[in-house]
């Protein structure tokens, strides 16, 4: 009997900008590991896909490194109203 093979997709949250105060630091909704814009060295997260709308920043897709959740960032074009 064969046993089938258990596929674990990773979740995805959606974290609004414009509801973050400060540098845009926040913590991952998982595992709470802090991910920072200022990080770029890929060790907390990586940029998995860029959503461009009009030649500007409309989404950016994270994957936390640690829990492998994907984290959907939006609120871009709504800050550069600001």
């Not at 920072?36 to 896909?49: L, N, R």
């Amino acid at each position: 009997m064969m046993k089938k093979a258990a596929v674990k997709s990773s979740e995805m949250y959606t974290i609004d900008l414009t509801k973050i105060d400060g540098d845009g630091t926040f913590p991952c909704p998982k595992c709470g590991t802090i991910i920072s814009p200022d990080d770029e060295s890929e060790e907390t997260y990586q940029i998995v896909e860029t959503i461009v709308k009009e030649d500007e920043l409309a989404e950016l897709v994270l994957s936390c490194m640690k829990c492998k959740s994907k984290i959907r960032l939006v609120g871009f074009l709504a800050q550069k109203g600001s």
